[in-house]
C-alpha cells in the first residue's frame, strides 16, 4: 500500500465507502480497493473492536470476514473463562484462527500461542496485526485444523470454531454437522489438551450437542446486549454428572448479567403459575431462554410464571438484580376493539413483543396502529388460564 493510499485512508476513515467507490476516478494515485477495504474494516472494528480500532496500523480483511468475526466483548469473556482455570495458563492452540481476534484476547492469558488457519490471507494479516497490538507470543501456522491436531503436542488449551454450515450453505442444528466434526476429534482434542473451548453457534441444538459430546464440564450462553450470540463448550479429560449452564448478558456499560443453573435443578424446581399479573413483569435475557432455565429462574427469584409456555415472569416487589429486562405493568387489556381503544389511548408508537401468542408483531403493530419505539412496552401474551391478554407496561 502506497503513502498516498494510506494517507486517504486515514482522511476519509469516517466517509460512506459506497460514494467514495464511485468517486475512485477522481483518485488515479490511490489504490480505492485496499482503501475501500480498510476504511469499512475500520468503521465496523469502531464498535465491534474498538482495542483494534484504536490502533491505526491494522489491517482489516474483506467485509464477510469483518462481518463474521468474534467481538471484542465476547473475545474478553472467553479469556475470563480461562482465568477460572488458573493453573492452565503455559499454551494455547487455536485451530480455527480466522481474523484473530479470538486469539489476540486469549493470548494474553498465555505464555505461547499458536495460531493455525488454512487461508494465507488471513495469516498474512495475523502475521502483520499480532505485534501491533504488542503479541509477541503468537506463532502464524498456516494449515488444515485436523492436521495440525493430529501432529501437535500437548498443550493446556485447545480453541475451536467450527464452520457452522454444510456444505450447501445451510445451517446446522447438531456438532456433529460441523467442519470440522468436534464430535469426531473429541477424542484426540481431549487427548492434546487438557482443556477444550468450542464455540458453537447459538443457533445449535444445546441438548443434543450435550448428548453427542461426553466430556463437556461446563456450558456458557453468552448474549451481548441481550441479543444471544455464542454457545460455548468447556470440555476436560474427565465426565462432568450435572454441568453447569452458565447464561450471560454483557452490557454496553461493561456489566454482566449472569444466571447459573444445571438441567437437574431445572427439572426439580418449583415454579408458581399466576392467571394474574401482579405489579412488575420479567423477560429473562436471551441465554437464559436459549438455555431452558425457565423455571429455575422463577424459583431463585421467587417469581410466578404467566404460563408454562409464555416465559414471562411476574412479582408484586421489585426485583433490582433480574438478570433481563423488567418492566412495569400499568394495565391488562383483552383484544375487544373499544378495550384495545381505551387501553391504547393517544400512545402513536409502542415497542411491541409477542411471548406464547398468535400471530405476528408485524400484525399487531398494523392492528394497533401504532409505529415503533417510545417509552410503551405492549407484551402481548397468553395466561395460565388460557386468556389471552396486551400488558401495556414501562421500563424500569
Excluded at 484462527?97 to 488457519?117: P, Q
Excluded at 461493561?254 to 438441567?263: L, M, P, S, V
Excluded at 378495550?339 to 389511548?345: N, P, V
Excluded at 409502542?350 to 398468535?358: E, G, K, L, S, Y
Amino acid at each position: 500500500m502506497n503513502q498516498e493510499t494510506k494517507a486517504f485512508i486515514q482522511e476519509h476513515a469516517k466517509a460512506d465507502v459506497r460514494a467514495l467507490a464511485l468517486q475512485a476516478k477522481r483518485y488515479p494515485n490511490i489504490d480505492m480497493p485496499k482503501a475501500i477495504t480498510q476504511i469499512a474494516g475500520w468503521q465496523i472494528a469502531t464498535h465491534k473492536i474498538p482495542t483494534w480500532a484504536a490502533c491505526d496500523e491494522i489491517l482489516y480483511p474483506v467485509h464477510l470476514s469483518m462481518e463474521q468475526c468474534s467481538s471484542e466483548i465476547t473475545a474478553r469473556y472467553k479469556k475470563k473463562i480461562i482465568a477460572n482455570y488458573p493453573a492452565a495458563h503455559q499454551t494455547l492452540t487455536d485451530l480455527t484462527g480466522g481474523l484473530g481476534v479470538d486469539c489476540s484476547f486469549m493470548a494474553e492469558a498465555f505464555e505461547h500461542v499458536a495460531y493455525v488457519e488454512q487461508q494465507e490471507a488471513l495469516c498474512q494479516l495475523a502475521k502483520h496485526n499480532f505485534p501491533q497490538l504488542g503479541l509477541q507470543k503468537i506463532t502464524i501456522n498456516q494449515g488444515n485444523a485436523t492436521d495440525f491436531l493430529k501432529e501437535m503436542t500437548a498443550v493446556d488449551w485447545i480453541f475451536i470454531d467450527p464452520a457452522r454450515r454444510d456444505g450447501h450453505g445451510n445451517k446446522t442444528v447438531s456438532v456433529a454437522d460441523c467442519e470440522p466434526n468436534v464430535a469426531e476429534l473429541e477424542t484426540e482434542l481431549t487427548s492434546k489438551a487438557r482443556y477444550v473451548m468450542i464455540k458453537l453457534s447459538p443457533m445449535l441444538d444445546l441438548t443434543l450437542s450435550l448428548q453427542t459430546l461426553h466430556n463437556v464440564n461446563e456450558v456458557h450462553i453468552v448474549s451481548a446486549n441481550g441479543e444471544c450470540k455464542e454457545l460455548l463448550l468447556i470440555l476436560g479429560q474427565k465426565t462432568t454428572n450435572e454441568i453447569p449452564i452458565h447464561c450471560v448478558n454483557l452490557l454496553p456499560n461493561g456489566e454482566e448479567q449472569h444466571f447459573c443453573f444445571n438441567k437437574e435443578q431445572e427439572n426439580n424446581a418449583a415454579c408458581a403459575y399466576t392467571d394474574q399479573p401482579l405489579k412488575y413483569l420479567y423477560e429473562p435475557h436471551a441465554s437464559i431462554l436459549k438455555a431452558g432455565g425457565y423455571r429455575s429462574i422463577a424459583e431463585q427469584f421467587n417469581l410466578k410464571k404467566l404460563h408454562p409456555n409464555s416465559h414471562l415472569y411476574t412479582s408484586d416487589e421489585w426485583i433490582a438484580n433480574f438478570p433481563g429486562r423488567g418492566f412495569h405493568i400499568n394495565a391488562s387489556f383483552g383484544f375487544g376493539k373499544k378495550e384495545l381503544k381505551d387501553a391504547i389511548g393517544s400512545e402513536q408508537k409502542a415497542n411491541i413483543t409477542i411471548r406464547n401468542f398468535p400471530g405476528s408483531v408485524a400484525d399487531l403493530r398494523k392492528r394497533l396502529k401504532l409505529s415503533e419505539g417510545g417509552e410503551c412496552y405492549l407484551f402481548a401474551t397468553t395466561l395460565n388460564n388460557g386468556q389471552k391478554i396486551i400488558l401495556k407496561t414501562t421500563k424500569v
